[in-house]
């Protein structure tokens, strides 16, 4: 078990020799998760130099920073500045997942093109949180159906944390409320049980160093061969539940 540098995302890692020629390799892992609402987070100021700092595909300058003077002018406080942010993002992009480039998280591309996935809203926010002064931190995991107990997960979902007023990371989902605009305020400021966070952070080195570039982001296994990245690589996700005797003797915080 290693944690990377920047962020302290726990990485399970292992080293295996190849399988036979035509063969190959499984892997599980299994998770005991106890899942609740999330709001507003205690926190000492963050490091700046991690969380206002521009992104490979996160600016904070040219048009990120012109979108997000004109959108906070006359704020005069981060919530409000943030609020204010939330609302355009919201408003101003589309979920569509037909446009190509989607999924990327590519802020500069969700200016122009106002069309993409939950990345891409997000990839757009905190760039013009950051551009304003807020710090904002971007967080990934897994989506899971609140009308079902089991079931296969169909992909990712992501959202934002932005560090208000010198107190508190809060939590903010513009792409959930996008699609359920009933929920837009619930959503800025809680997350609703849903789902499982599994890293923050973009541009990620692991540790384990890789030798491929840096992760735009890190959700599914991520694998080498021979110093190289490897793409070929089959995944799939469940979730079960447990019985409550199971999850009382499971580690509290997993």
């Not at 399970?12 to 998760?33: C, D, I, Q, R, S």
């Not at 992909?155 to 989902?173: F, Q, R, S, T």
């Not at 699609?179 to 990620?204: I, S, W």
């Not at 384990?208 to 840096?214: I, K, L, S, V, Y």
Request: glycine content about 8%; overall charge neutral.
């Amino acid at each position: 078990m290693h944690s990377d540098p920047r962020y302290g995302n726990s990485i399970m890692y292992f080293e295996t020799a190849p399988p036979p020629k035509g063969g190959m390799l499984y892997f599980g892992a299994a998770y005991t998760v106890r899942r609740r609402e999330a709001g507003a987070i205690p926190a000492p100021r963050p490091d700046d130099t991690v969380f206002l700092k521009p992104e490979r595909l996160v600016p904070t300058s040219g048009r990120i920073l012109e979108l997000a003077r004109q959108v906070t002018q006359g704020k005069t406080s981060d919530l409000e500045k943030a609020r204010a942010i939330y609302d355009f993002v919201t408003s101003y992009m589309t979920y569509d997942k037909t446009a190509a480039g989607w999924g990327r998280g590519d802020a500069l591309r969700a200016c122009e093109v106002r069309k993409g996935n939950c990345t891409d809203f997000h990839a757009l926010l905190i760039g013009m949180a950051r551009a304003a002064g807020i710090p904002a931190r971007f967080k990934i995991g897994f989506p899971l159906p609140a009308d079902a107990q089991s079931g296969e997960v169909a992909g990712y979902h992501c959202w934002a944390e932005l560090y208000i007023d010198g107190m508190v990371w809060l939590p903010v989902d513009s792409s959930e409320a996008f699609k359920h605009p009933e929920l837009k305020d619930y959503y800025f400021g809680k997350l609703d049980a849903n789902r499982v966070e599994l890293t923050t952070g973009r541009d990620l080195l692991l540790s384990p160093a890789q030798a491929g570039p840096r992760l735009n982001y890190f959700i599914y296994p991520y694998v080498e061969v021979d110093g190289k990245p490897y793409s070929a690589v089959k995944h799939a996700f469940r979730f079960d539940p447990v019985t409550q005797t199971a999850a009382t003797n499971s580690d509290p915080d997993s």
